[in-house]
């Protein structure tokens, strides 16, 4: 997401992601979705146990933490590990810090166990390790523990080796796969690309209106999600919307354009603050304006004869001239002119 309308990455280490993925039913339809595997199919949020603790390590915490979860498939223990890693630079060690990782969970699970050294049968769980990634570039690491072992071909299969999954939102998922999916993990990796603004509120329409077979508990954790990551004004009209009747949502993302405007003069401070070049700043300004009238315009076209009364009431209430109301939304001055003396005196 564009940084302008998210907030701090730490606030999404510690309030965000963690907090969503901590309940089971969000964190099983990560699983279905994503992991391409039989087995996962018919995991229930019953046969999830959530394991209260780290395996991070403390050179790590403030870029990246985990959540594990313990499994019952078939009668086989299965423990899910799931690392959420947030940097904008790829870490080509890990592969190696999975290794770790996975090995102090094991020694933690033995040591509770207090395994029989003389037990023929026994047995560890299998640990599923996952990499969830929201870095802009795309994640190259090798998914492969050998592939990163010097001259790993000259010894066949006598050298440890395992694979791990990497979701990397920004990369491996089109804006289309994911409007089809439809599903809560597909709602949150659309709203977590990065995207700006304007982008950002065409897909809290498309979440209203299309994602029908959210439950509440899926839409709660949305809301959640976006409450604890998003530019605060933002985050308000965004839930606004999806709170809203679908007959309005449409009318709401029009009726919500000044929300850019406030943005664009919050963009263009800093920009000045920062020494920004003024002609990538007429850029900004120009491509939010673009975005605000085509908003409007689609609501107006789209809404009622009352809804383009509120809209262009709306507008005059944030100061804006006709001149300028009649550019975006492309209604006659003397109409604009009309309905402001009609209703404002």
């Known amino acids: 997401m564009n940084k302008n309308i998210k ?13 969503l993925y901590s309940k089971k039913e969000i964190a099983i339809d990560l699983f279905k979705s994503l992991l391409k595997v039989d087995w996962v199919k018919n995991i229930t949020p019953n046969d999830l146990t959530l394991i209260n603790k780290s395996f991070v390590t403390t050179d790590y915490d403030d870029t990246e933490c985990d959540i594990v979860y313990k499994a019952n498939i078939n009668n086989t223990e299965v423990i899910f ?15 190696l810090r999975l290794l770790f990782y996975m090995c102090e969970i094991l020694r933690d699970y033995v040591k509770n166990e207090k395994h029989n050294k003389y037990d ?12 969830l990634y929201n870095g802009e570039k795309v994640w190259d690491v090798p ?24 979701f990397d939102v920004n990369n491996n998922f089109s804006k289309e796969e994911l409007l089809n999916s439809k599903n809560v993990t597909a709602a949150i990796f659309l709203l977590d690309q990065k995207i700006d603004a304007l982008e950002f509120l065409q897909r809290i329409k498309a979440i209203a209106l299309f994602f029908d077979a959210l439950t509440e508990t899926e839409m709660r954790a949305i809301k959640h999600w976006i409450k604890n990551t998003v530019e605060e004004k933002l985050a308000e009209s965004s839930i606004k919307i999806l709170e809203c009747n679908k007959e309005d949502v449409e009318f709401m993302i029009a009726n919500n354009a000044f929300i850019l405007t406030e943005m664009k003069e919050k963009a263009i401070q800093e920009g000045m603050q920062k020494g920004l070049q003024e002609g990538i700043q007429q850029g900004m300004q120009q491509g939010i304006q673009q975005g605000m009238q085509q908003g409007i315009q689609q609501g107006v076209e789209k809404g009622s004869e ?10 005059l209430s944030q100061d804006l001239n006709e001149e300028l109301i009649s550019n975006l939304t492309k209604i006659e001055i003397n109409k604009i002119k009309e309905i402001r003396d009609k209703y404002t005196n």
């Open 120 to 131: 023929k049968n026994l047995k560890i769980p299998a640990v599923i390790p996952i990499v």
């Open 143 to 166: 998914n492969e523990f050998r592939k990163i072992i010097y001259n790993e071909n000259l010894f066949g299969n006598g050298i440890l080796n395992f694979k791990y999954d990497v």
């Open 81 to 95: 590990y799931i690392l959420l890693e947030f940097q904008s630079t790829i870490d080509y060690r890990m592969p």
């Open 306 to 315: 009352q809804k383009e009364i509120e809209i262009i009431l709306n507008m």
């Open 7 to 19: 907030k701090d990455i730490h606030n999404i280490h510690d309030k965000s992601y963690k907090d």
